[in-house]
């Protein structure tokens, strides 16, 4: 509504039909979960249908200004499938243990979805769409839940071995090979193809998930500083190599160049620093900034500069604060759970997020170099928003695990003897189950 007042004078048109459609959604959602998983952190399907829903008014508000170019219908459509694959992903999935026997599986397949795009051209630089019969899709989206499922179920599987055994070199214990081996070497196949398919983004993303997972999983610093060092030589050289890398870091480096010079005009990343700037502390106001000089990544890549540039310091930093709030319930539930399959997979799914935020706000603000990736739920995407979705539903399995298990306190309302709670589908669990569904 805000936006409609602010470009055109008047109420939207179909606002109030597209805001009972998502109330619906989320009505429906809300029971789903209560349904099936009633201890789930209470946190996390809320924030997610609020980064979803300002995703929306975002996409549409810049859809104003590109007459002939909407894509605010279109990622409805793709957010309604989202949120009808997590409320079967909930419905469907009664306990998490259970992906731990597809883990190879999921491997296979997550290999296979990063291979397929290289037969295809190549969209602005780079190797990652798959187009068929006017629709496209991203398959590395997808890859990176099913490889966070695989390094989560072998890394639990040999965690002693990794943290307890091999040779010690300095402060760092290096694991014995048969038990290192296989899972760096697909690590090593997934990041080769996605680097032939120029995705430097997806392919830091996968770096970051399995170094932050080896360290969950053995416990030592000495991997995370050996996982800095990595990224650093591996972008130096990748940088030295690759036209369409290195394009990037000149253009990191020297943001301005084409301004100064008064020849090329302002790249991307120079209109977007202008964006940041223009919001200041409160924003101009939703439909009041000029997003649209970035060009045709606005809506996706850079539509954390319409925020910074219409919701200022004040909607950014609130913004921040939802991602690190649903980031938070995924570690929280890590470190709450028990099975070591399940205490992975969460940090897993909450460190894909994380890296995800880090990686595009660093690469719009200049901290980094742009990497091309899609804000979780924000920017414009279907592969994206769905990924995002089913993320959300195995959060919300794992946090209603790690929260109905034995020992847990009990929540306000909730009535018993002390100590009488137990693991769903126990006979405490299932007691619990049935007041909470009463």
């Given at each position: 509504?805000?936006?409609?007042?602010?470009?055109?004078?008047?109420?939207?048109?179909?606002?109030?039909?597209y805001?009972?459609?998502?109330?619906?959604?989320?009505?429906?959602?809300?029971?789903?979960?209560?349904?099936?998983?009633?201890?789930?952190?209470?946190?996390?399907?809320?924030i997610?249908?609020?980064?979803?829903?300002?995703g929306?008014?975002?996409?549409?508000?810049?859809?104003?200004?590109?007459?002939?170019a909407?894509?605010?219908?279109?990622?409805?459509?793709?957010?309604?499938l989202?949120?009808a694959l997590?409320?079967a992903?909930?419905l469907?999935?009664?306990d998490?243990?259970?992906?731990?026997?597809y883990?190879?599986?999921?491997?296979?397949?997550?290999?296979?979805?990063?291979?397929?795009?290289?037969?295809?051209?190549?969209?602005?630089?780079?190797?990652?769409?798959v187009?068929?019969?006017?629709l496209?899709f991203?398959?590395?989206?997808?890859?990176?839940?099913?490889?966070?499922?695989f390094?989560?179920?072998?890394?639990?599987?040999?965690?002693?071995?990794?943290?307890?055994?091999?040779?010690?070199?300095?402060?760092?214990?290096?694991?014995p090979?048969?038990?290192l081996?296989?899972v760096?070497?697909?690590?090593?196949?997934?990041?080769?193809?996605?680097?032939?398919?120029?995705?430097?983004?997806?392919?830091?993303?996968?770096f970051?998930l399995?170094?932050?997972?080896?360290?969950?999983?053995?416990g030592?610093?000495?991997?995370?500083?050996?996982?800095?060092?990595?990224?650093?030589?591996?972008?130096?050289?990748?940088?030295?190599?690759?036209?369409h890398?290195?394009?990037?870091?000149r253009?990191?480096?020297?943001?301005?160049?084409?301004?100064?010079?008064?020849?090329?005009?302002a790249?991307?990343?120079?209109?977007?620093?202008?964006?940041?700037?223009?919001?200041?502390?409160?924003?101009?106001g939703?439909?009041e900034?000029?997003?649209?000089?970035?060009?045709?990544?606005?809506?996706?890549?850079?539509?954390?500069?319409?925020?910074?540039?219409?919701?200022?310091?004040?909607?950014?930093?609130?913004l921040?604060?939802?991602?690190?709030?649903?980031?938070?319930?995924?570690?929280?539930?890590?470190l709450?759970?028990?099975?070591p399959f399940?205490?992975?997979?969460?940090?897993?799914?909450?460190?894909?997020l994380?890296?995800?935020?880090?990686?595009?706000?660093?690469?719009?603000?200049?901290?980094?170099?742009?990497?091309?990736?899609?804000?979780?739920?924000?920017?414009?995407?279907?592969?994206?928003?769905?990924?995002?979705?089913?993320?959300?539903?195995?959060?919300?399995?794992?946090?209603?695990?790690?929260?109905?298990?034995?020992?847990?306190?009990?929540?306000?309302?909730?009535t018993?003897?002390?100590?009488?709670?137990?693991?769903?589908?126990?006979?405490?669990g299932?007691?619990?189950?049935?007041?909470a569904?009463?």
């Amino acid at each position: 509504m805000a936006v409609g007042f602010a470009v055109h004078g008047a109420f939207p048109r179909d606002a109030a039909r597209y805001g009972s459609g998502l109330g619906a959604l989320a009505l429906a959602a809300h029971l789903t979960v209560r349904l099936r998983a009633p201890y789930a952190d209470p946190l996390v399907l809320p924030i997610a249908f609020l980064l979803n829903g300002l995703g929306l008014v975002l996409i549409y508000r810049l859809d104003l200004a590109t007459p002939g170019a909407s894509a605010a219908p279109t990622q409805l459509v793709w957010s309604t499938l989202g949120m009808a694959l997590f409320m079967a992903a909930v419905l469907s999935l009664r306990d998490h243990r259970a992906l731990q026997r597809y883990a190879y599986v999921c491997v296979a397949t997550a290999l296979a979805l990063l291979t397929v795009p290289v037969f295809f051209p190549a969209v602005n630089g780079a190797k990652i769409w798959v187009r068929f019969a006017g629709l496209s899709f991203q398959p590395g989206e997808f890859a990176k839940v099913l490889l966070a499922v695989f390094f989560a179920a072998y890394l639990a599987a040999g965690r002693h071995a990794l943290a307890y055994l091999g040779r010690t070199i300095g402060p760092l214990r290096l694991p014995p090979g048969r038990v290192l081996g296989p899972v760096v070497a697909i690590w090593l196949v997934s990041v080769g193809v996605l680097v032939l398919e120029r995705d430097l983004g997806t392919s830091i993303l996968f770096f970051g998930l399995f170094v932050v997972l080896l360290y969950v999983a053995t416990g030592r610093l000495g991997w995370i500083a050996v996982g800095l060092l990595l990224v650093a030589a591996g972008a130096v050289a990748v940088a030295s190599v690759e036209p369409h890398v290195n394009e990037r870091v000149r253009d990191w480096l020297h943001p301005f160049a084409g301004t100064e010079s008064g020849g090329g005009g302002a790249n991307q990343l120079a209109q977007s620093l202008f964006a940041f700037a223009a919001g200041g502390v409160l924003g101009t106001g939703l439909g009041e900034g000029h997003s649209s000089l970035i060009g045709f990544a606005m809506k996706s890549d850079f539509i954390l500069a319409t925020v910074g540039e219409e919701l200022g310091l004040a909607g950014l930093t609130a913004l921040f604060l939802l991602y690190a709030l649903l980031i938070a319930c995924g570690f929280r539930t890590a470190l709450v759970l028990r099975d070591p399959f399940g205490r992975l997979l969460a940090a897993g799914l909450a460190a894909i997020l994380a890296l995800q935020v880090f990686v595009i706000a660093g690469g719009v603000t200049g901290l980094i170099p742009l990497t091309g990736m899609p804000m979780p739920f924000l920017a414009q995407g279907g592969s994206s928003v769905i990924t995002n979705w089913i993320i959300v539903a195995l959060l919300v399995r794992l946090s209603d695990s790690a929260r109905g298990q034995p020992g847990q306190p009990e929540r306000p309302g909730e009535t018993g003897r002390p100590g009488a709670s137990g693991r769903p589908g126990g006979r405490a669990g299932r007691s619990r189950r049935s007041a909470a569904a009463a």
